[in-house]
């Protein structure tokens, strides 16, 4: 009998070389915060006292002056714009998502910061009744056109910081908060699977978000930090369109858990054990033809790298969603990082392995480029029927 819970339910053995990505659970939650879960699912806990032991756990390690944990980083978003709308009036937030009798229902945000991570970044704004207002075009953001898009109908200004944002032409975030402050709008910050805890609240943010199951290694959830009058804004909304976004006691103990352990993590240690995954499927990859592996940094500057790899399908008799798709088959599946794949290259990310999986990462990609190799045609199936493939794949039946 497999102690494999996965292997036990029918469903396949993946070995996630993505990243932190929600459709495959996110992360490996950590040692402490898998124990606390346990032991709090046994229990009654009053949520309200456990929650305010949250609240100090994340003001101190954020440098906040409060915080709260909630169903997700996306519940998040949309509990902090509602915040900024509403305050803590509690006939007002009894009445969201209807807006109309409230002074103040717009969200600046700049249009290359309108993108989708599973959802649409602007629909978590849509959900609290609040209207987005795009800045500048989706290749360029302006302070000038901030400024521009603000009116006395403007309740706050959010910044994504994310991967998938565009990379170029948008302001950086300390201008962004410039502009914003000297309007008098709060800036809300999505910082979802960002790795620094205390850089944006620095910076000037008034709130700043994140996922406590991704680089924390928490259980799902989602934590706002910063402003005390803003947080405490955002959890009255528990008590309105927050309700359905709430989180249970086995979430808000398993952040809290997950942060204590963030404090005393091996983060050097890690680093290492990944610079390593990376040097060797670089070493795996080098001697095939058409394979450019190349390590590069993230590109919102947290502290990790991945590697990319480029295909060039005459030459490797493969392309590079079809290499992808080949290392997500078979007995020992590799989960790659391909959102970017028909430009001809993927990422492998080492923060999710446990020990071994580097090494069975490289003996498969050597396996398919062998495949590959031995190929008389070049393996190249039809991109766009892949894009429909995959969008039918998401409703489980």
């Not at 997700?72 to 978003?77: F, K, L, V, W």
């Not at 706050?156 to 994310?162: I, R």
């Not at 990379?167 to 402050?181: D, K, N």
């Not at 709060?186 to 943010?205: H, M, N, T």
Request: glycine share 10%.
């Amino acid at each position: 009998m497999t102690d494999d819970i996965r292997l036990q339910m029918g469903l396949r053995p993946i070995i996630n070389a993505s990243g932190t990505m929600t459709s495959l659970g996110a992360s490996i939650v950590v040692p402490e915060a898998v124990a606390a879960v346990a032991a709090a699912l046994r229990q009654f806990i009053e949520i309200g006292d456990l929650q305010k032991r949250a609240s100090a756990t994340i003001a101190r390690l954020t440098g906040g002056e409060a915080g709260f944990v909630t169903a997700s980083c996306a519940a998040a978003i949309t509990l902090s714009v509602a915040a900024t709308m509403t305050g803590d009036d509690r006939a007002a937030i009894e009445r969201l998502p209807d807006t109309r009798r409230l002074s103040r229902d717009e969200v600046v945000i700049q249009s290359g910061h309108m993108v989708g991570y599973g959802a649409p970044v602007d629909q978590g704004i849509r959900l609290a009744g609040a209207k987005p207002v795009p800045v500048g075009q989706a290749t360029s953001a302006e302070g000038w056109q901030l400024a521009g898009a603000i009116t006395e109908r403007t309740a706050a200004a959010l910044y994504v910081v994310s991967h998938h944002v565009v990379q170029y032409g948008q302001m950086p975030l300390g201008e962004f908060i410039e502009v914003a402050h000297a309007r008098g709008v709060p800036v809300i910050v999505d910082a979802a699977s960002e790795y620094d805890l205390r850089g944006f609240l620095a910076a000037g943010a008034d709130l700043a978000l994140y996922s406590s199951h991704k680089f924390l290694g928490g259980p799902t959830g989602g934590i706002v930090a910063g402003r005390k009058d803003l947080v405490r804004a955002a959890y009255l909304q528990n008590n309105g369109i927050g309700r359905g976004m709430k989180v249970g006691k086995e979430g808000i103990v398993g952040t809290i858990a997950a942060l204590e352990a963030w404090e005393r993590r091996d983060h050097h240690g890690i680093r290492a054990r990944e610079r390593a995954a990376l040097g060797l499927w670089q070493e795996t990859l080098e001697p095939f033809a058409g394979v450019a592996p190349v390590i590069e940094p993230d590109p919102t500057g947290n502290p990790l790298d991945r590697l990319r790899v480029a295909v060039d399908p005459s030459a490797a008799h493969i392309t590079a969603w079809d290499l992808a798709d080949g290392l997500g088959r078979g007995a020992r599946p590799v989960i790659v990082r391909d959102h970017e794949v028909e430009h001809g290259y993927f990422y492998l990310d080492p923060c999710n392995l446990h020990p071994g999986q580097a090494e069975i990462v490289a003996e498969r990609l050597n396996e398919e480029l062998e495949i590959a190799r031995r190929s008389n045609t070049v393996i190249a199936t039809d991109l766009t029927e892949r894009r429909r493939r995959r969008a039918r794949s998401t409703w489980p039946d």
